[in-house]
């Protein structure tokens, strides 16, 4: 039988609470503030790098680079996902009521004229209004710039200044559950926040008790429009400061694809569209998803996308990652359901709880002590040289 996890009702309230909140690139403050309040509760430290990323697990940058400088063989466990979905930002007023965006990341290309949006400012939920006049980016993958005509009773006095609006594509709420299933605005990456979090909240025993945890979680800004939070966090020259292995761990929630099916248990992802991934430390994973979740995971490149493992890798750090089966990628209506009227038009995006207390599972996993990080090939070497000695007879023949 699958060995499948599930999520505690309070494990469950903490995730609800992130999924509500209202995101978009460089405009992840109400996703911040929760994010924060988490942290502060559960008295994990944390502290702000200078590009505004949060760094969980050591309350100070110069706790961080004392854990980076320990010589220690076993390696520093670098999680990473990020804080922001695909919205746009305000530009500038055309009337009273309409207002010029500019869309970041990707997004529905089809049926898009009229949807609803929810609008935001960095303190608070506004309300709704329309999309028009959409023009597409030029490669057409999404939408570059649009017209949002606020509702009525959206048009708040004084008027914020256009910049300071920011929003997304809207649904009948900002989430909500059927059966086993959370649809929301922004499961992509959210869910990833999610488990970085809860990551540290399970590690919080071990510090008490005085022990170095090789944990890090790095909770990033402005990834839908190339990796940008992490990127400025690669070039700060942090990690330059290592003198122990690292293992940075990305978690997404990723398109689903055939081979990687919601429902069916968090993925093991051994690349995305741009690489492949570190084969030792997939080896480790891919073993512990054995022990932990046999049955209830999936292997599969997720090419759907790219993830900030990519980034990762480009600056020479060994990665791997887990990945959430996501319907509905980007907001657009791969896979219907729920408030999606037409095909490949606006829709929530969608993810199974089984799949997410199965990521948990794994990032937990990935914490403890003796995991065969500096030979994960051992048991494959035995297992081939058993083989090969049974063929030494006819190894002996002459070919």
Same mark, same amino acid.
């Given at each position: 039988?699958?060995?499948t996890a599930s999520l505690s009702p309070a494990a469950l309230q903490r995730l609800s609470s992130l999924l509500s909140c209202s995101t978009a690139p460089f405009r992840e403050q109400h996703v911040i503030r929760e994010v924060e309040l988490q942290l502060t509760a559960a008295k994990i430290p944390w502290f702000v790098d200078e590009h505004g990323n949060r760094v969980v697990g050591v309350g100070s940058a110069r706790a961080y680079h004392a854990l980076l400088r320990q010589?220690?063989?076993?390696?520093?466990?670098?999680?990473?996902?990020?804080?922001?979905?695909?919205?746009?930002? #305000?530009?500038?007023?055309?009337?009273?009521?309409?207002?010029?965006?500019?869309?970041?990341?990707?997004?529905?290309?089809?049926?898009?004229? #009229?949807?609803?949006?929810?609008?935001?400012?960095?303190?608070?939920?506004?309300?709704?209004?329309? @999309?028009?006049?959409?023009?597409?980016? !030029?490669?057409?993958?999404?939408?570059?710039?649009?017209?949002?005509?606020?509702?009525?009773?959206? &048009?708040?006095?004084?008027?914020?200044?256009?910049?300071?609006?920011?929003?997304?594509?809207?649904?009948?709420?900002?989430?909500?559950?059927?059966?086993?299933?959370?649809?929301?605005?922004? &499961?992509?990456?959210?869910?990833?926040?999610?488990?970085?979090?809860?990551?540290?909240?399970?590690?919080?025993?071990?510090?008490?008790?005085?022990?170095?945890?090789?944990?890090?979680?790095? *909770?990033?800004?402005?990834?839908?429009? #190339?990796?940008?939070? !992490?990127?400025?966090?690669?070039?700060?020259?942090?990690?330059?400061?290592?003198?122990?292995?690292?293992?940075?761990?990305?978690?997404? !929630?990723?398109?689903?694809?055939?081979?990687?099916?919601?429902?069916?248990?968090?993925?093991?992802? *051994?690349?995305?569209?741009?690489?492949?991934?570190?084969?030792?430390?997939?080896?480790?994973?891919?073993?512990?998803?054995?022990?932990?979740?046999?049955?209830?995971?999936?292997?599969?490149?997720?090419?759907?996308?790219?993830?900030?493992?990519?980034?990762?890798?480009?600056?020479?750090?060994?990665?791997?990652?887990?990945?959430?089966?996501?319907?509905?990628?980007?907001?657009?209506?791969?896979?219907? #359901?729920?408030?999606? !009227?037409?095909?490949?038009?606006?829709?929530?995006?969608?993810?199974?709880?089984?799949?997410?207390?199965?990521? @948990?599972?794994?990032?937990?996993?990935?914490?403890?002590?003796?995991?065969?990080?500096?030979?994960?090939?051992?048991?494959?070497?035995?297992?081939?040289?058993?083989?090969?000695?049974?063929?030494?007879?006819?190894?002996?023949?002459?070919?």
């Amino acid at each position: 039988m699958p060995q499948t996890a599930s999520l505690s009702p309070a494990a469950l309230q903490r995730l609800s609470s992130l999924l509500s909140c209202s995101t978009a690139p460089f405009r992840e403050q109400h996703v911040i503030r929760e994010v924060e309040l988490q942290l502060t509760a559960a008295k994990i430290p944390w502290f702000v790098d200078e590009h505004g990323n949060r760094v969980v697990g050591v309350g100070s940058a110069r706790a961080y680079h004392a854990l980076l400088r320990q010589r220690r063989d076993e390696p520093l466990r670098f999680f990473i996902a990020h804080m922001d979905h695909p919205g746009f930002h #305000g530009v500038q007023w055309l009337s009273e009521r309409r207002l010029a965006v500019r869309w970041y990341g990707g997004s529905p290309v089809r049926h898009l004229a #009229g949807s609803r949006v929810w609008l935001a400012t960095a303190e608070a939920d506004l309300g709704q209004g329309r @999309l028009g006049k959409v023009v597409l980016n !030029a490669g057409g993958y999404g939408i570059a710039t649009a017209e949002v005509t606020l509702d009525k009773d959206t &048009a708040v006095q004084p008027r914020p200044a256009a910049e300071k609006l920011y929003g997304g594509l809207a649904f009948r709420a900002p989430l909500w559950k059927q059966g086993q299933r959370l649809y929301s605005r922004a &499961a992509d990456d959210l869910v990833g926040v999610f488990a970085i979090l809860e990551t540290a909240r399970s590690l919080q025993a071990r510090r008490r008790r005085g022990e170095e945890v090789p944990f890090i979680g790095l *909770l990033t800004r402005g990834e839908e429009v #190339g990796f940008v939070g !992490a990127v400025k966090h690669f070039v700060s020259g942090h990690l330059d400061k290592a003198r122990r292995p690292l293992m940075v761990v990305s978690l997404e !929630a990723s398109r689903t694809l055939p081979g990687a099916v919601i429902g069916k248990g968090p993925v093991v992802r *051994l690349g995305d569209r741009r690489t492949v991934f570190d084969a030792g430390g997939l080896q480790v994973l891919s073993q512990l998803a054995e022990r932990l979740l046999p049955g209830a995971h999936q292997r599969r490149i997720m090419d759907g996308g790219a993830c900030e493992a990519t980034a990762a890798t480009a600056w020479g750090l060994p990665a791997i990652g887990i990945s959430i089966p996501l319907g509905n990628y980007h907001n657009e209506g791969y896979e219907g #359901g729920p408030d999606c !009227a037409r095909p490949r038009g606006p829709a929530p995006e969608f993810v199974h709880l089984a799949d997410i207390a199965g990521e @948990l599972k794994l990032c937990k996993g990935l914490m403890r002590k003796k995991l065969p990080w500096a030979d994960s090939w051992q048991t494959t070497r035995q297992r081939l040289e058993k083989n090969a000695r049974s063929y030494k007879r006819l190894m002996n023949t002459d070919g």
